[in-house]
Structures are given as C-alpha cells and as structure tokens.
C-alpha cells in the first residue's frame, strides 16, 4: 500500500522565493495534517483538515503560511516569501475516522532556506 | 494545558539494557496516549499506544506504563538492542479529535 507521498523531498530555496511543499494522503484517509519539525521545537501541528476542510489552523505561524486541500487526494502547504528561520522538515501525515487516532506520517520535505 | 513535557531529551544504553523514557501531560481531557518512533530521515510512525483505562500495554519488548492519577505515562524498551536507535516522541490527543500533541523527543542510542 502507498503511504502518504511528499514532494518535493528535498529543497534548497532563497530567501524572499516563494516554497510550495505537495501531499498525496493515504487513499480513504479523510484528514490530512501538516507538521514542522524543528530541533527547537520539535513536532508542532500547523494546521489540519477534515474532507477538505480546515479544522484548526492555530498553529500556521503567520500570514506567510498558507495551506489548501482542493480535493481529497492532494494538499499543498505554501510559504511566501520564505525566511531562513522557516527552514525545517515538513511533514504531512493522514487519518481516518475509524483509525484510533493513529496518524500515518509521510517521509517529510526538508526545506532550506538561505 | 495542550502541553506533552518529555525527558529525557537524549538517552544512552547499552545493548540489553532497559530504556525509559517520561511523559506528563495537563490536560485531563486526553484520553489516547501514543508513543512514535522517528528513524534519520523518515516519518514518525506508531510504536504502541494507550488509553486510560488501563495501567500496562506490552508488545513484545516495549511496554506503556500509564499513572493516570499523576497525569504521567512511560515507555520501556526492555533488552535494548541498537536497532532501536531512533527518536521517540510521547503524544496525547483525545478521541475523534484527531489534534495530536508531541513531546520534544527523546534521541534514543544503543551502543553494541
């Protein structure tokens, strides 16, 4: 079976450009949460989705970040402009209802802003 | 209150010994408590879980024990073996609400 699927895995950008990270979820999984992992920090929630729609975005750290579900089957996590301080792993991970609560996460895109 | 506070932030043992690591928490409302292990480079994924209603959960060598009345849980590896070498975070999140909270992690080594 496919896990949720990030891309890209890796990417090295310029301060002031603008970082698009992509999510494929698990198939039937019907929310979709965003992570950023930092050693700082460690695992925060940014924002999080049911069927498509926004939940809890409390932890979108400013305007910069933006986040869109247009479908069930992909999400994109945006920054613009980047900073250097938003460099990190993002991860995105999926759920389902019946699931326990157990959250399936993806491989991470490691994003490195200079 | 949506607080996990995990130690300790690093930990090393040798190979057969036990690993423990601490969790508390604040909110009483939390009623699913997970452990997930994190290899270099990859996702966190489940390792084993817990709800309150219980004070033990064993899978083979990894053991959740759960003190509801301190708002406390532990993970314990027992005979630890250098596979185990991962970063382990603690979270809570309550049923169907699906907002889960981690711990700071715990890096995990077994030297051979």
């Known amino acids: 079976d496919a896990g949720v699927i990030q891309s890209p895995r890796h990417e090295v950008t310029e301060m002031g450009q603008e970082v698009t990270l992509r999510c494929k979820p698990i198939?039937?999984?019907?929310?979709l949460f965003w992570y950023r992992q930092t050693m700082m920090r460690g695992l925060e929630l940014l924002i999080y989705?049911?069927?498509?729609?926004?939940?809890?975005d409390s932890g979108m750290p400013e305007d910069r970040f933006s986040a869109k579900m247009p479908n069930a089957s992909f999400s994109t996590l945006k920054i613009q402009p980047s900073e250097p301080r938003d460099s990190a792993v993002y991860f995105c991970?999926?759920?389902?209802?019946?699931?326990?609560?157990?959250?399936?996460f993806g491989e991470g895109s490691w994003l490195t802003v200079v | 209150q949506q607080q996990v506070k995990q130690s300790p932030q690093s930990l090393i043992v040798q190979k057969g010994g036990i690993s423990i690591i601490n969790c508390a928490y604040e909110n009483t409302a939390f009623d699913y408590f997970p452990w997930y292990q994190q290899f270099p480079g990859k996702g966190p994924a489940l390792l084993i879980a817990?709800?309150?209603?219980?004070s033990e959960k064993k899978e083979g060598r990894f053991t959740i024990s759960f003190n509801k009345s301190a708002k406390q849980f532990s993970l314990h590896i027992m005979d630890s073996q250098p596979g185990d070498s991962a970063t382990y975070f603690c979270?809570?999140?309550?049923?169907?609400?699906?907002?889960?909270?981690f711990g700071a992690g715990t890096r995990l080594f077994v030297k051979a």
């Open positions: 198939s039937g999984h019907d929310y």
């Open positions: 979270a809570a999140s309550i049923t169907g609400g699906f907002k889960t909270i």
């Open positions: 817990i709800r309150p209603d219980v």
């Open positions: 989705f049911n069927n498509n729609v926004p939940i809890d």
């Open positions: 991970a999926s759920s389902w209802r019946s699931s326990g609560n157990t959250i399936y």
